[in-house]
């Protein structure tokens, strides 16, 4: 595992029991017991803090769609969070250089 790399994962819930499984971005591993991920949500949200999104179907991630997924990804600034590694359930493959450049930009930007 390695930052740009997508995976599914059981994302929790914020303020709420439960979880959903959804594709995330690694971002970073402080730890070997803490993975900071950005996790994707399948439908534009005007509330909340937009990063980037990544169209699925492009012919770039042909890999990723015959993994299992497609459609377009929406990334928000809330979405990041921390997972334990026995959360991810199983790697789809890796984003585009110019993809999680984008993102890790934006996450920076959010930190200023």
Request: charged share 20%.
């Amino acid at each position: 595992m390695i930052p740009g790399d997508l995976y599914y994962a059981d994302v929790p819930f914020i303020g709420r029991l439960g979880s959903k499984v959804r594709p995330v971005v690694v971002i970073q591993i402080p730890s070997s017991e803490t993975i900071r991920v950005l996790a994707s949500q399948s439908h534009q949200n005007l509330n909340l803090e937009f990063i980037h999104s990544i169209d699925f179907n492009a012919l770039k991630y042909y890999r990723i769609r015959c993994a299992g997924l497609g459609g377009v990804s929406y990334f928000y600034g809330q979405n990041l969070r921390n997972l334990t590694p026995n959360r991810f359930k199983r790697m789809l493959g890796r984003i585009a250089r110019d993809d999680f450049a984008i993102i890790l930009k934006h996450i920076a930007d959010l930190h200023k």
